[in-house]
T-cell receptor, first 114, second 115 residues
Framework: AQSVSQHNHHVILSEAASLELGCNYS??????LFWYVQYPGQHLQLLLK??????LVKGIKGFEAEFIKSKFSFNLRKPSVQWSDTAEYFC????????????FGGGTRLMVKP | DGGITQSPKYLFRKEGQNVTLSCEQN?????MYWYRQDPGQGLRLIYY???????QKGDIAEGYSVSREKKESFPLTVTSAQKNPTAFYLC??????????????FGSGTRLTVV
């Protein structure tokens, strides 16, 4: 079975600091990759996704992620975080050969200090 | 506006009682899903349904049951057999099987507390 690992469970940054959240997955075949964000008290929203083409994907609110196939990674980055980026971030992998199911990582809780 | 509606937002249940969580979507999506969210464990799949009148167990189906009698509705019953039911439950949907790579749309969730 495929799995998704997010190694940073809690991250605390000051405003304007750079962000990188790690995501690694176990499946070796064709995958589609996602990052979701859950702001306090709100529902999960899609931040960005990758399913083919340029491995550097740009999403909403200045976020980007890079798919590195050889490392089975899809790390999320943002050059300069804001207080409003405080949220929980989930990496997810969709395996087209396993019933099109999304498998989620454990989440990373980001707190940005003003 | 199209979306997913989960109700109620907060639910309290006594031990030993069954409780049903509602999930309705007006997106005309074929597939629907139930996830359970616990701190530090991300989202774990309980049940999913790719089409009306069909559903499959996910990774943690024990103690739960579902039905899919209508395309728009996918209720989840948390039975008394579920040993640790206190959690945040999320419902999601996606278009047909061939377009699932567009991702899921999520509801706002139901927080269930067993007292």
């Amino acid at each position: 079975a495929q799995s998704v690992s997010q190694h940073n469970h809690h991250v605390i940054l000051s405003e304007a600091a750079s962000l990188e959240l790690g995501c690694n997955y176990s499946y070796g075949g064709t995958v589609n990759l996602f990052w979701y964000v859950q702001y306090p008290g709100q529902h999960l929203q899609l931040l960005l996704k990758y399913f083919s083409g340029d491995p550097l994907v740009k999403g909403i609110k200045g976020f980007e992620a890079e798919f590195i196939k050889s490392k089975f990674s899809f790390n999320l980055r943002k050059p300069s975080v804001q207080w409003s980026d405080t949220a929980e971030y989930f990496c997810a992998v969709l395996n087209n050969n396993a019933g099109n199911m999304l498998t989620f990582g454990g989440g990373t809780r980001l707190m940005v200090k003003p | 506006d199209g979306g997913i509606t989960q109700s109620p937002k907060y639910l309290f249940r006594k031990e030993g009682q069954n409780v049903t969580l509602s999930c309705e979507q007006n997106l005309n999506h074929d597939a629907m899903y139930w996830y359970r969210q616990d701190p530090g464990q991300g989202l774990r799949l309980i049940y999913y349904s790719q089409i009306v009148n069909d559903f499959q167990k996910g990774d943690i189906a024990e103690g739960y049951s579902v039905s899919r009698e209508k395309k728009e509705s996918f209720p989840l019953t948390v039975t008394s057999a579920q040993k640790n039911p206190t959690a945040f439950y999320l419902c999601a949907s996606s278009p047909d099987r061939g377009r699932t790579n567009y991702g899921y749309t999520f509801g706002s969730g139901t927080r269930l507390t067993v007292v």
